[in-house]
């Protein structure tokens, strides 16, 4: 069915539950213990939702907290471009949902932030296991979405879809996200698509130059955006010209450590 319908496509299935304490655990869960997918798992309420590196994430209500479990057959070290796959959807089902009323300012950034100009309206969380040794793997992609409101205390400017002009519900924000996912996660397939999917996720993120700095556990590096290479990974040149690869860190752009500071 597609999003008009009001359903995830198929051959997705979807649970909504009032309450879980982590769609991507909840997801997880049931797919470890044989529910087959690709499954949707919607809450009304977390109870520990969770973010990248172990962070809580906030779980405010009528926003969208929706966990897709799936199985790839790809290397363990290309189920991290599930989260650049994601991103990509998601932009594309706001796109879709506003009908050619697009907030303003919508993009991503590496590796999993939604953004309204540099504030953070989303987010993407990707956990995967083996199911067996030699077979496919278990990939959960989580999707936390600010529909109607935005923490406050998340020591980052955050901010919330219907503030600028688009309002949807969790069930129908979800509609749209479906179809999306489903449509890029076949261009992916199983990351023999990669190619196709970096080149969506540059033109859906800021342009190559932007000054930005990324936090890893030896320090702070900054330079400018450089793009992604063939596997996904960040590229940043340093002001020598130079290029360093990132396949984990947290990225912080100029432009939102100016505003922190209030520059």
């Not at 087959?36 to 969770?50: E, F, K, M, N, S």
Request: hydrophobic residues 45%; charged residues 20%; neutral net charge.
């Amino acid at each position: 069915m597609s999003a008009a319908a009001g359903d995830p496509p198929a051959p997705s299935r979807l649970l909504h539950l009032p309450e879980t304490d982590s769609t991507n655990a909840e997801a997880m869960r049931r797919a470890l213990a044989g529910e087959p997918g690709p499954l949707w798992v919607l809450a009304d309420r977390q109870t520990a939702g969770r973010g990248r590196s172990g962070r809580a994430w906030v779980s405010e209500p009528a926003n969208l907290f929706a966990s897709l479990a799936i199985s790839t057959r790809c290397a363990p070290v290309a189920a991290g471009q599930l989260s650049l796959v994601a991103g990509v959807a998601v932009i594309d089902a706001l796109h879709k949902a506003a009908a050619g009323g697009r907030p303003e300012g919508l993009r991503l950034k590496w590796p999993n932030d939604i953004l309204v100009g540099t504030a953070k309206t989303g987010g993407v969380l990707i956990e995967s296991t083996v199911l067996k040794p030699g077979g496919a793997r278990l990939a959960v992609i989580g999707v936390g979405l600010n529909l109607a409101s935005a923490p406050d205390a998340l020591g980052r400017a955050a901010t919330f879809l219907s503030a600028h002009g688009l309002s949807l519900s969790p069930a129908r924000a979800l509609c749209f996200l479906a179809e999306a996912m489903d449509d890029w996660l076949k261009t992916w397939n199983d990351a023999r698509g990669f190619a196709k999917v970096r080149e969506a996720w540059l033109k859906r993120a800021g342009p190559i130059g932007e000054p930005l700095t990324v936090r890893t556990n030896g320090g702070f590096v900054s330079g400018r955006f450089a793009g992604l290479d063939a596997e996904g990974a960040l590229l940043i040149a340093g002001p020598d010209g130079s290029e360093r690869r990132f396949t984990y860190g947290d990225v912080a752009l100029a432009a939102e450590q100016e505003k922190d500071e209030g520059r």
